[in-house]
């Protein structure tokens, strides 16, 4: 766990150049933490970084691609490098698509499943051993409420956040004796660049995802901040939007009864 001596306490996050992985990091920046800043964007993470520095953050910035295995050892070996270790990884890169079953193109679903389940895999895997070896440590998978709502038209990305929530219950329980904590985190829609990047060729589909991400009560700073503080208790599940928390108790007392009233079926 975190370092009595917040100074010394330090966090991972993937993804970082953007949305809430950007607002992960001026949370725990802060907080005070040292906050290591990575992304597939080279160039955008060197610029949040330097931003973060200029107002005293003790920041460290890489490019990170989750997808590819060589990319987190380094990531690993420059922690332990620069730190001597690492306090928490938050496995937040992720990519979002819609589109009908017969329309997904099977490509799309093998980069979705690359970067939001075995992008988080890869993390699990390669930073386990050095919260192994320094007896301590913290995971938090940024899944989505859409891995347990699994509305239609968006068959990927609801089986790739759903393998997430397995996976971060699985490891809940199997890094337990090592004390390694896991926390999931399942935000419905928020405000962020998501939607710009996502493969979603239906403007349909694509104009109702931007509606529902403008609608949100809450923001990624609000989420950023929920996040910090489950860390600090050691909370397991994080629903950070309060009508996803109504809809996750109603799924499971009755999964019909949820079917009727959120999926209209
Ligand atoms: N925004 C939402 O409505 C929403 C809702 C639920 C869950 N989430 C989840 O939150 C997480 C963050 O999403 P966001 O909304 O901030 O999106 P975003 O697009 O604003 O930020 C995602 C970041 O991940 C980076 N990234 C993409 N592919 C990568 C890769 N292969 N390796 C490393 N970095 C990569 C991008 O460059 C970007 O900086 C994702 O896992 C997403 O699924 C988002």
New binding site residues.
């Given amino acids: 766990m975190p370092d009595p001596d917040v100074s010394q306490s330090r966090v991972l996050i ?10 992960l990091a001026s949370e725990f920046v802060k907080q005070g933490w040292k906050v290591a800043l ?4 080279r160039d ?2 060197e610029a949040l970084a330097g931003r973060m520095k200029a107002r005293g953050g003790d920041v460290l910035s890489a490019r ?5 295995e060589s ?1 987190l050892i380094k990531l690993r070996e420059l922690c332990e490098a620069e730190w001597g270790g690492l306090d928490v990884l938050i ?6 698509s819609m589109a009908a079953i017969h329309k997904e193109p099977l490509d799309r679903w093998q980069r979705l499943v ?3 389940l075995l ?1 988080v895999v890869r993390g699990c895997h390669f930073f386990v051993p050095l919260f192994k070896q320094q007896g301590s440590g913290h995971i938090v998978n ?5 891995g347990v709502a699994n509305t239609p038209y968006m068959a990927a ?1 609801n089986a790739t ?1 759903a393998g997430v929530i397995s996976l971060s219950e699985t490891l809940l329980v199997e890094l337990k004796p090592s004390n390694i904590g896991v926390t999931v ?14 493969s979603i060729d239906n403007p349909k589909l694509l104009g109702a ?1 931007e509606a ?2 403008e609608k ?1 009560p809450i923001s ?1 700073d609000d989420i950023a901040r929920q996040v910090f503080s489950a860390v600090q208790r050691k909370q397991f599940m994080v629903i950070p939007h309060r009508a996803s928390r109504w809809m996750w108790r109603v799924k499971r007392v009755s999964p019909a009864l949820y079917r009727r009233l959120f999926l209209k079926h």
């Fill in positions: 993937t993804g970082a150049a953007g949305g809430l992985g950007s607002a990575c992304d597939v964007d955008a993470v990170c691609d989750v997808t590819v990319e496995n937040n890169a992720g990519i979002a690359e970067i939001n992008g940024i899944a989505s409420i859409a990305y956040k985190v399942c935000p419905a829609m928020f405000k962020t660049g998501i939607a710009q990047g996502a995802l529902e991400m949100s990624a």
